[in-house]
């Protein structure tokens, strides 16, 4: 695990929490093999060419809409044209529900660190952009699902990351204050809605982050497994 370089807000070791979140695709689960297939099935039935596997994972991370335009355009944050877009969106989303799970693994040390999280007594909740008509089934095929207290998913708030509004709408839940939760996530998404939020921000080393070092995002600290984050905290009483 390595610190990263001060933020603004100072933030001493072990943090004091009550709640960890959790983001899902790229720190929880490779959901990259799946996305890329049902992508490619998309852009074939369009008529058009598959994009490698390498390629769609940067294109993660802000829901599917946005992905499917990326897929279709090759880059971030183009407009394709509209009555195109609607075609392919649904076809993307006919495949991505018939095959959520097909391909998709948890990363390494994701159980574990989840189970020793659940047995130290922190709350635990999935914050992800992801639908949820893919997200629960993702998270009850790989056997995921019953470690979270709350899954918010990226249309059950009026917004989601990098808005802090499901942050905070967790630390509602929970009854908690923002200084009291720390976010786990893999992307520049993840650092700026805790940021927003005024909470901590634990990022992985491995995940989806369009790219580019997460380390240039400047979380609190960095880990290469979920199995890491448990020494970085202490249980807020």
Known sequence: MQRSAPTSVPVN???????????????????????????????????????????VMTWIGNGVPRLVKRALTGEMMAEPDAAL??????????????????????????????KALSAAGYQLACITNKAQAFTGPLLKDLGLRDYFKLVLAGDSLPKQKPDPLPLLHACKHFGITPDHGVLVGDSSNDVQAARAAGMPVICVTYGYNHGHDIRESRPDAVIDSLVEVPPLLRLYS
């Open 85 to 114: 877009f609607t075609r392919a969106l649904a076809i993307f989303e006919k495949h991505y529900l018939a095959n959520v799970s097909e391909l998709s693994r948890p990363f390494t040390g994701v159980a574990e660190g989840l």
């Open 13 to 55: 070791f072990p943090l004091a929490v009550k709640m960890v979140m959790v983001d899902l695709d790229g720190t929880l689960i490779d959901t990259a093999p799946d996305i890329a297939a049902c992508a490619n099935r998309m852009l074939v039935e369009l008529g058009r060419a598959e994009w490698p596997v390498d390629k």
